[in-house]
């Protein structure tokens, strides 16, 4: 990888730089603003443009006094294992669970609403993997948008600065290698620099390495990909979470199509095929409430099965529910919109690429191997999703991580472990492999989705072989692109690596799950920038 030297930036300084105005980033912010730090949000979009505000079914959380009877953490920490597939970090999954209550009562008080019944206690639904009804809510099924929107009035009120339409390109470093600072640029490809003892990326998924997605236009990966170039290490990346419900509005569907929450199917719906046949009876002793990965799948098998032509999609039935319109607002709105009248009709859906449950190697604390270098929410792979995330466990863990990254980083603040920003190399617009970026959804989607073999892995490999061209990122599109790339590479690395089928990652010329597999894969960047297994020692470096 080359680089390219700046002309002259403009500069500004805080002691936290957030990147990303998701759950884990606004909450981040937050709490470190109340400790004291000058924090500085950045994202390249506008701050309500984030993932979180399409999350759906709510938050997994067992409150004190308000739980199924029989219904504990622990009940909440083992669905979370076994969902997770064998490759769950159990001290992160504990740690993470059990701070719940306490995150969503901060969240409350900060301004969020929850769904509540008569007696004020809340409402609580159930989802795939779940043993009880432990899964709250707001706005019906528009609990992330309530998150979002109370976690922006917060910092808006607070007066913490958000920079929107800035970029993040690349982290500044020491000679020794410690992040202090920030590489940006505006929309107009105008180069800033951000200067800043502790960076914390909170930037979300990438959904859009495939073709359909639930996520919006901004889950490109980029945090990722910066995160490896600065020095940090990523885990798990060959698990994409695909939900088993999206709205399948047609064939060849492209972005971000609308999500049809698990609640719908906690509340009673079931899928059938186009002749009425349940897809999931026989398939798991939850049928329609297995875990998502075990649905998704079944999905995917029962679609390559069916005679007739109805092979692109299912339907979830779920005209049992009385209530739709009220209680799914946003499910039953996009249903209209597409013709689709819920009370009547069975939806259409089909799986789509939904969660990364693997990320930059953090602790529960945000804490990378860099110095400097934190990240927390959907971009961090803490160990508690392993190989398939327990639904509702996203917005859990960016409140519970994005509290303990701020507080880990005034520690190693007030410790003296972080880089000053004046120490930082001049920075330079770095060069890296390109990718089409409808080329790639395309093979990552026929190949690298649900279902993969080495056959298919190897031809995703020539493709990006033949069609990738370096170039200078010297626009947002290209940092883009370039950060879907690299994951896209690290994913087929990984996949391909791994002879077995676990959780989210269906290998269909090795379908056994292997014991000899129960093992995080780690990746690291070459210093010519290529994504490569590294050795299998997943917490190496980390703090
Ligand atoms: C859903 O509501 O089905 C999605 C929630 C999640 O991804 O955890």
Redesign the pocket.
């Known amino acids: 990888m080359t680089e390219t030297v700046l002309g002259p930036v403009w500069e500004a300084r805080a002691d936290l730089i957030v990147v990303g105005t998701g759950v884990a980033g606004l909450t981040a912010a937050l709490r470190a603003r109340e400790l004291g730090l000058r924090v500085l949000v950045v994202t390249k979009a506008s701050g309500d443009d984030g993932n979180t505000r399409y999350?759906?079914?709510?938050v997994?959380v067992v409150l004190p006094q308000e739980h199924d009877p029989g219904d504990t953490v622990q009940a909440h920490i083992a669905d979370t294992l076994v969902a997770g597939a064998g490759l769950c970090d159990e001290a992160a999954v504990a740690a993470i669970i059990s701070d719940g209550p306490e995150a969503v009562q901060r969240l409350r008080s900060l301004g969020a609403m929850f769904d509540a019944k008569g007696d004020g206690t809340l409402e609580r639904t159930r989802?795939?993997g779940h043993s009880a009804f432990r899964v709250v809510h707001a706005g019906g099924?528009a609990?992330g948008a309530e998150v979002e929107r109370a976690l922006l009035k917060a910092t808006v009120d607070g007066r913490v600065p958000l920079l929107e339409n800035h970029v993040a390109v690349d982290a500044i470093r020491t000679p020794l290698g410690a992040v202090c600072g920030l590489l940006v640029l505006d929309g107009n490809g105008v180069p800033g620099v951000l200067g800043a003892p502790a960076v914390l990326l909170a930037t979300g998924g990438l959904g859009q390495m495939y073709q359909a997605t639930?996520n919006p236009a901004v889950a490109t990966g980029d945090g990722l990909a910066l995160a490896l170039r600065a020095g940090a290490v990523a885990a798990d990346v060959e698990f994409v979470?695909f939900?088993p419900?999206v709205l399948y509005t047609g064939r060849g569907a492209r972005g971000r199509c609308p999500?049809?929450?698990?609640?719908?199917r906690g509340e009673g719906a079931i899928l059938v095929d186009a002749t009425g046949a349940r897809v999931m009876q026989g398939v798991h002793p939850l049928e329609d409430l297995a875990p998502?990965d075990v649905v998704a799948a079944a999905i995917t098998r029962h679609m390559a099965l069916e005679p007739g032509g109805v092979d692109d999609h299912v339907f979830l039935d779920a005209t049992s529910l009385h209530d739709m319109a009220t209680r799914f607002p946003t499910v039953y709105a996009a249903c209209v919109a597409a013709g689709v009248n819920p009370a009547v009709d069975p939806i259409p859906v089909a799986p789509a690429a939904?969660?990364a449950c693997g990320g930059v190697v953090s602790t529960v604390d945000g804490r990378t191997g860099v110095t400097g270098l934190y990240a927390a929410g959907e971009v961090a792979r803490t160990g508690l999703h392993g190989a398939n995330?327990?639904?509702?466990?996203?917005?859990l863990e960016g409140l519970v991580c994005g509290t303990r990254a701020a507080e880990a980083i005034v520690t190693d603040l007030a410790v003296g472990l972080l880089a000053e920003p004046r120490n930082g190399v001049d920075p330079v617009l770095p060069v890296a492999p390109v990718a089409d970026r409808d080329l790639l959804q395309r093979v990552m989607s026929r190949y690298a989705a649900i279902g993969r073999d080495a056959e298919g892995l190897a031809v995703v490999g020539s493709v990006l072989d033949v069609s990738t061209v370096d170039r200078v990122l010297d626009t947002r599109e290209l940092v883009e692109d370039a950060a879907l790339t690299m994951a896209a590479r690290a994913l087929i690395a990984a996949a391909a690596e791994r002879t077995e089928s676990r959780g989210c990652h269906v290998r269909t010329d090795f379908p056994e799950r292997s014991d000899a597999w129960r093992r995080s894969q780690v990746v690291r960047l070459t210093p010519t920038g290529q994504p490569v297994l590294a050795d299998p020692v997943l917490t190496e470096g980390v703090a």
């Open positions: 999350a759906q079914g709510g997994a989802e795939g099924d609990t639930s979470q939900h419900t999500l049809v929450t698990e609640a719908v998502r939904h969660f995330r327990l639904a509702s466990n996203s917005l």
